[in-house]
Structure formats: C-alpha cells, structure tokens
Nanobody, 117 residues
Framework: QVQLVESGGGLVQPGGSLRLSCVAS????????MGWFRQAPGKEREFVTT????????YYVDSVKGRFTVSRDNAKNEVYLQMNSLKPEDTAVYYC??????????WGQGTQVTVSS
C-alpha cells in the first residue's frame, strides 16, 4: 500500500531554516504530482506547495513564496521542503501528500515544525 513518511521537523528560532523530507513507498513515485500541506493548532489544514511529477513546475501559497522551496528526487522516491526565514506563524504539523487523479488521496503522518524563540 502507499506510504508517505515525513521527517525533518523540529524546533527552530525565528529566521532559521529546516528541511523536511518525505519518502514514498508502494507507488510509482515518478507518476505523481506531490504536495505539502500544514495544519496549525486550532486551524484547518492548508495547502503550502505542489511540485509536478517531473520536478520542473511548482506552485506556492503566497505566504511562503520566496522562503520555501519544494523539490523532489524521483530516483530516491523523495520530496523535500526547504524552509528558510521561518516565522512563528509557520508553526504547524507539515504533511506531504500524493495527488491522485482528482485530488490529494494519500497523506503522511506529519512532522511537527515549531518556530519559537
């Protein structure tokens, strides 16, 4: 079955950086666009970024443009999220997800990112 496992979260000071990773198994990874989402305490899950199956097209929510970069390595079945200039409002559980035919249909368990001094 499809499994997505995130890692790389942690506690970082404002202005710091983190790199999240998501390793996929149980699927032909290069066939699928992938996305990153996040959910802050008391808020709904929100879209952060997506990358197409080839890794040459990306899209970001306005709040992270210029600070976050999504990338992927199809040979390793991994997708990454480089997060720079982190702000307290970036604090959330971050999830990677596979985009199926119509929507995101498989999700990881999430990794906690906390931005605090």
């Amino acid at each position: 079955q499809v499994q997505l496992v995130e890692s790389g979260g942690g506690l970082v000071q404002p202005g710091g950086s983190l790199r999240l990773s998501c390793v996929a198994s149980g699927l032909t990874f290069s066939w699928y666009d992938m996305g990153w989402f996040r959910q802050a305490p008391g808020k709904e899950r929100e879209f952060v970024t997506t990358i197409n199956r080839y890794g040459d097209s990306t899209y970001y929510v306005d709040s992270v443009k210029g600070r976050f970069t999504v990338s992927r390595d199809n040979a390793k079945n991994e997708v990454y999220l480089q997060m720079n200039s982190l702000k307290p409002e970036d604090t959330a559980v971050y999830y990677c997800a596979r985009r199926g035919r119509d929507d995101y249909d498989h999700w990881g368990q999430g990794t906690q990112v906390t931005v605090s001094s």
